[in-house]
């Protein structure tokens, strides 16, 4: 049994972890979630590991509690878990506190490859650095450091960067001397630069993917713009398809006529005139506008390429689909049908906060 606390020693939750192997059970049981514990936004051990984490001025990140453990036995005393594969938002910001430096020594396993690689853009997002702890024996920090500590040490003390890492896991399966290798590898590596968002990173890891491949960079960048092309088509063609839910609906709707306005600010203004509650209900769309309010705190004029460089890669795919979705020609007409719904949904949050009015009395 595991106490889980917070970052300033309290205890929030317990967590337990089965004896023995049944692959029947789940290996963990935790805490169910409450108002103290979330666990998108807890990090295992940094209570304990933040003055080690401020010291050394980075933190490693493991999965489970038993390879924190272990790594403390060792003498690794920056070190933090997040009690599975999932790596948030919330948690990569509660380390931001104290230090911007990231090393994943994650399971040798698809689940933490895949794991890595989502990081990598979660961490790059909150303007972090991050690099990669590969140990060869093993399957995860726990029995790394129990077969062979000196050689798990070293690779922590010499990690290499996220690209590298891909590329090792992934040569590790294909042979790049094959046409037919060239073509797989290019094929696995392509999502991956296409989330890059900073520029200098981005033309640093096609020339390393164009060595490797023995190819031109131009090649390797022309591939990585097909490919966002492509998947563009396909998630527009996908949206067309199968609408989604009602509220998502009206929020492309409302995104697209902000968008497609050659003055997106003073339309959203307009739209939302004498509207003081949240009526986007979609996360990113509602991320999207949020941007443009704080673009236009800081810019008196929008210069579309200038906000485009101030969004996120999935931020630029939602702004693309918004752009792109099909709105009555007449400005007018576009207006009065995403003001309606606006409206609409102020009227019902009205409705909702005075039902919820009359239940507290009533209980009182």
Do not use: W
Request: aromatic share 8%; hydrophobic share 35%.
């Amino acid at each position: 049994m595991f106490p889980l606390l917070d970052v300033r020693g309290n205890i929030v939750g317990f967590s337990g972890r089965l004896i023995g192997e049944d692959d029947r059970q789940a290996k963990y049981i935790n805490t169910p979630e409450t108002e103290l514990y979330r666990k998108r936004e807890q990090v295992y051990g940094l209570y304990q590991a933040k003055e080690s984490i401020i010291q050394n001025k980075e933190v490693v990140i493991v999965e489970g509690e038993f390879d924190l453990l272990r790594c403390v036995h060792h003498g690794i005393g920056n070190v933090v878990a997040i009690k599975g594969s999932a790596f948030t938002r919330e948690q990569l910001r509660l380390l931001k506190r104290f230090t911007s430096h990231v090393i994943t020594a994650l399971d040798q396993d698809n689940s933490g490859y895949e794991t890595t690689k989502r990081a990598f853009f979660e961490i790059e997002r909150e303007e972090m650095t991050h690099a990669v702890c590969l140990y060869t024996e093993g399957k995860d920090p726990d029995e790394a450091l129990s077969i062979n500590a000196i050689a798990f040490k070293k690779a922590l003390e010499h990690p290499t960067s996220i690209f590298d890492a891909i590329m090792t896991h992934a040569q590790s399966r294909i042979d790049v001397t094959s046409e037919r290798g060239i073509r797989d590898l290019s094929k696995e590596m392509m999502p991956f630069l296409a989330q890059v968002e900073n520029p200098i990173l981005a033309d640093h890891y096609k020339k390393k993917l164009a060595d490797v491949l023995s190819v031109s960079v131009e090649s390797i960048h022309q591939s990585v713009v097909a490919f966002s092309q492509k998947r563009l088509k396909e998630r527009i063609a996908s949206i067309r398809s199968e609408p989604g839910s009602a509220d998502e609906e009206g929020d492309r709707f409302i995104s697209a006529y902000i968008f497609q306005n050659k003055k997106p600010y003073e339309a959203k203004e307009a739209l939302f005139q004498s509207i003081d509650e949240p009526v986007i209900k979609t996360p990113s769309y509602r991320e999207l506008v949020e941007q443009l309010d704080s673009y236009m705190g800081t810019h008196e004029t929008y210069i579309q390429a200038e906000f485009v460089g101030t969004l996120s890669t999935p931020l630029r795919e939602v702004l693309d689909i918004a752009g792109m979705l099909e709105i009555p020609d007449d400005q007018d007409d576009a207006f009065h049908h995403a003001r309606k719904i606006v409206v609409k949904r102020f009227i019902m949050a009205l409705r909702d906060k005075l039902r919820s009015s009359i239940k507290k009395k009533r209980c009182r």
